[in-house]
């Protein structure tokens, strides 16, 4: 039996994971069966254009008709759509896949956590750059110690579609939408694959040091005279403890000129560092022992994680397919019964962190995480 699939959202992260959809079934064998069963969105016939084009098979304009229907429900909504879909997801024990940063607020992320601990339903959230198979493999040489004890995470998430104050305003410009914004929108992920790649070996961030800036204050209303207000950071950094003896250095932008998609972390440990950028996402740079210089590691392997699923070493792969591994291991998890990460749990973790650094930006001072 297939599982009946319902997506909210039609946009971008709605055209990611449909195309992730059609094409697990070609590359993966032993993905379970899926149907794109029910699209969710607010204009009919914008709605209807986007389910033929995705290939789903039904419409609803009201998310709340469309959780008896499916068997798996993806909330790919703006950040202040996550919380109440998911709940009442989780509630009617519905498995929910929602998108990146968790909630608007960290109060909104516990809720989202505990209707998933009281759930018998399967919940995850979107951080798809754990799935790069060069993370994984990253992942894999940390835990084996080849880094040694880790000593320094530096990570950045750099882009500049803001810095034209000319270009109008939009929902993540908004706090009460969005919840933040370069912070939320791109440094989650940062704080993310930090946690991922090095909480076994140097524990949690335990406390943190925030900067936050807003350069442009207000924006023009699309097809308007009118402008509105920006309530939200452009640009973050930050200094974290972990609980160990490691510290992290984070910023990301949307004013970053000349950076498009720039999400670059390095791990630096007492016997080798490691770096990965997204913008060249099929390699990592690898030093080890006393080397003199990085190693250029091309992960397209087909002993590399998920690389036997797609093509002849060398032949490289991009973005969209970290959406396929993705929705790979969550609905395998779901058909199995079997637990996922990141989980809600997980990701109201970096909720924190992100609630911690804004604290911190507000009151000029460390602020331990909670």
């Known amino acids: 039996m297939a599982l009946k699939i319902g997506v909210l959202g039609y946009r971008f992260m709605g055209k990611a994971h449909s195309n992730a959809f059609a094409r697990l079934p070609m590359f993966f064998d032993d993905a379970p069966d899926i149907e794109r069963h029910t699209l969710v969105g607010r204009d ?32 790919l909504g703006p950040n202040h759509l996550h919380p109440e879909p998911s709940i009442a997801a989780l509630e009617a024990d ?10 608007p607020t960290v109060e909104d992320a516990e809720r989202m956590a505990a209707a998933a601990g009281e759930s018998d339903a399967i919940a995850g ?27 320094h995470v530096r990570g950045h998430y750099l882009q500049d579609w803001g810095t034209d104050p000319d270009d109008p305003w939009s929902w993540r410009m908004d706090a009460d939408l969005a919840g933040s914004g370069a912070l939320g929108d791109l440094g989650a992920h940062t704080v993310d694959l930090a ?31 009118e ?18 003896d490691a510290m992290g250095t984070f910023e990301a932008s949307r004013m970053a000129s000349g950076h498009k998609n720039d999400h670059t972390i390095a791990v630096h440990g007492s016997e080798g560092s490691l770096k990965f950028s997204l913008e060249r996402l099929n390699e990592l740079e690898v030093l080890r022992g006393d080397s ?44 199995a019964g079997e637990h996922y990460e990141p989980s809600f749990e997980t990701a109201t973790g970096v909720q924190r962190v992100l609630d911690a650094i804004e604290q911190s930006d507000e009151r000029g001072e460390w602020v331990t995480v909670e």
């Open 44 to 75: 009919e016939e914008a709605l209807a254009d986007a389910a033929d084009r995705l290939g789903f098979a039904h419409t609803e304009t009201e998310w709340e008709d469309t959780m008896n229907e499916v068997d798996v429900f993806y909330n």
């Open 94 to 103: 519905t498995p929910v896949f929602c998108e990146k940063p968790l909630a």
């Open 125 to 151: 959230c979107a951080f798809n750059y754990r799935f790069v198979p060069a993370i994984q493999y990253a992942k894999n040489l940390i835990d084996a110690g080849d880094l040694g004890t880790i000593r």
């Open 195 to 225: 946690r991922f790649l090095v909480g076994e070996q140097a524990g949690d961030i335990e406390r943190v040091s925030g900067h936050t800036e807003t350069f442009i204050e207000e924006r023009p209303v699309e097809n308007g005279d």
């Open 227 to 244: 402008t509105r207000p920006v309530t939200v950071d452009d640009a973050y950094s930050a200094q974290a403890a972990f609980e160990g």
């Open 292 to 335: 003199r210089g990085y190693e250029t590691v091309l992960v397209t392997d087909e002993s590399d994680p998920y690389v036997e699923h797609w093509w002849p070493p060398g032949h490289v792969l991009g973005w969209e397919h970290t959406f396929v591994h993705e929705d790979y291991e969550f609905l395998s998890a779901v058909a």
